[in-house]
């Protein structure tokens, strides 16, 4: 069965200080990970897809890494609007009954202090 | 671009009434959505996948009679709580598959009193 499993479930960091959350998955085969943004009372909002192990992408504060096991989200010099809950999700090849559904894990409450 | 449109953002109904909530894409065609549920603290529990001009594909577990889907169009699709009961108060979340991946709606905040 599919597997995704986010660490730490909450993160509480002074403004500038820089981390990184983990995104480990267990997939039969990967089509792409995902990374969203959740605002209190919101929708996820799209942040970045990877698809192949070694692939990185950024987005002002935040760049994403895949490796063929986990994925990071690095935040560096955090301001306290990045805080919210990070949610990843994977998207398995072949899934069952066509559909391409994602599978998310908990998600990451991270608050940043001014 | 991949806007969808979620509405109501929220909503209070009594036991034993019927919500319905939608999801349109503002500015692509989304063949395929999918609906979400969201308890406190927790993450997305897919409901069902719904395909344009089929029957939406259940979760296990998910009562079809109770959450009926409707997927008419490229752009429009609706879930409906039938004889909703407090134990359905939750938030709601819609998501529309792209070229570039999936795009979610700003959910809808189902309270049943």
């Known amino acids: 069965e599919d597997q995704v499993t986010q660490s730490p479930e909450a993160l509480r960091l002074q403004e500038g200080e820089s981390s990184s959350l983990n995104c480990s998955y267990t997939v039969s085969g990967l089509r792409g990970l995902f990374w969203y943004r959740q605002d209190p009372g919101k929708g996820p909002e799209f942040l970045f897809t990877l698809y192949s192990a070694g692939e990185e992408k950024e987005k002002e504060r935040l760049k994403a890494t895949l490796t063929k096991k986990e994925s990071f989200l690095h935040i560096t010099a955090p301001k306290p609007e990045d805080s919210a809950t990070y949610l990843c999700?994977?998207?398995?090849?072949?899934?069952?009954?066509?559909?391409?559904?994602?599978?998310f894990g908990k998600g990451m409450k991270l608050t940043v202090n001014p | 671009g991949a806007v969808v449109s979620q509405h109501p953002s929220w909503v209070i109904c009594k036991s034993g009434t019927s919500v319905k909530i939608e999801c349109r894409s503002l500015d692509f065609q989304a063949t395929t959505m999918f609906w979400y549920r969201q308890f406190p603290k927790q993450s997305l529990m897919l409901m069902a996948t719904s395909n344009e001009g089929s029957k939406a594909t259940y979760e296990q577990g998910v009562e079809k009679d109770k959450f009926l889907i409707n997927h008419a169009s490229l752009t429009l699709s609706t879930l409906t709580v039938t004889s909703a009961h407090p134990e359905d108060s939750s938030f709601y979340i819609c998501?529309?598959?792209?070229?570039?991946?999936?795009?979610f709606g700003s959910g809808t905040r189902l309270t049943v009193v």
């Open positions: 998501s529309a598959q792209w070229s570039a991946g999936y795009t």
């Open positions: 999700a994977v998207q398995a090849v072949g899934t069952q009954g066509g559909s391409e559904k994602l599978d």
